[in-house]
């Protein structure tokens, strides 16, 4: 992976130029949607529903990757004028279809279900297709802290997938997101019960990402490739202790929510628990409030909106 100035960028952005949106370039804008579709791998997933939402917001044409064209949050983008594919995310062929006359592409992998070796697979397959399609610009969905050596699998499977795009011929931008505040969804059962279950000490901050802010910035780029090409930029929208978060959700909820800490030796996942290992020592090192600084027309998302929004209908 590139070294000079990536990692000072994705933690500070020093030296990088302050963009509000009044200040985008409006007719490299208008062109993009002139020419092919933004095109949105895994559209129907929690990132690339938020990054189509996003596009969909500004007026962008949008065609959308999904394995099953039929199902019903495929069919709702479909009744809102978005192109609809199918594809996998492991298939070159399918890929290379849905780039085929497309303008800059939202992309991500994911180890979730196959595996760290198979993730990889994924984006080797993505970035042949993406090649092979001379897609024009092409945004990578990695992760925050893959480039610190921290020794947890889908970070380090991610981490060879920049490396292997920084060192290919496709224009890119690299987005590593932090902590999603969705993540908490997990454990919404036990949040409404009362407890937040983390495997943190009260007072260890965590900085997470609301996935509007994520598919706002991701739009923000793809909309705009030029000023985003060749980087790698970290993002986070708030950085709670779990103490703090226990008492937005509490505001929230109406009611006593308490965080009580998961021992590290209780997670048997050993991808999980090396996450956790690193989030209690290192950690993600976004500078949150230049990151905010620099880009404000974001409209970064704290916690406790989040919560609000998300528990604050709940009886």
Do not use: C
């Amino acid at each position: 992976m590139r070294k000079g100035g990536v990692r000072a960028e994705a933690r500070g952005y020093r030296g990088a130029r302050r963009r509000p949106v009044v200040a985008l370039a409006r007719r490299e804008e208008v062109s993009l949607m002139a020419d092919g579709p933004i095109l949105v791998l895994g559209a129907t997933g929690g990132q690339g529903s938020a990054v189509t939402e996003a596009l969909l917001g500004r007026g962008a044409r949008v065609r959308a990757l999904v394995r099953d064209p039929q199902r019903a949050a495929a069919r709702r983008l479909a009744d809102r004028g978005v192109e609809v594919v199918a594809g996998s995310l492991d298939d070159r062929s399918s890929l290379a279809g849905a780039m085929a006359g497309a303008g800059p592409t939202f992309a991500l992998t994911t180890p979730f279900e196959a595996g760290v070796d198979a993730e990889v697979a994924q984006g080797r397959a993505i970035l042949a297709a993406a090649g092979e399609a001379q897609v024009p610009h092409l945004v990578f969905s990695s992760v925050a802290g893959a480039d610190q050596g921290s020794g947890v699998p889908h970070f380090d499977s991610k981490a060879r997938i920049e490396t292997e795009l920084a060192a290919g011929e496709v224009p890119y931008t690299i987005l590593g997101p932090t902590y999603f505040f969705d993540n908490a969804l997990g454990g919404a059962d036990r949040i409404r019960g009362g407890v937040l279950d983390l495997p943190l000490p009260a007072d260890r901050p965590l900085q997470q990402l609301a996935r509007a802010d994520h598919g706002v910035f991701a739009a923000q780029v793809l909309l705009n490739p030029a000023p985003y090409a060749g980087r790698r930029i970290e993002l986070a929208s708030d950085a709670p202790t779990p103490a703090q978060m226990a008492a937005a959700l509490s505001a929230a909820l109406g009611r006593e929510v308490r965080h009580e800490s998961v021992p590290l030796a209780g997670i048997g996942n050993p991808d999980m628990h090396a996450m956790w290992a690193f989030l209690n020592g290192p950690g993600y090192q976004v500078d949150i409030a230049a990151l905010h600084a620099a880009y404000p027309e974001v409209g970064w998302t704290s916690f406790a909106d989040w919560a609000l929004h998300t528990f604050g209908s709940v009886p």
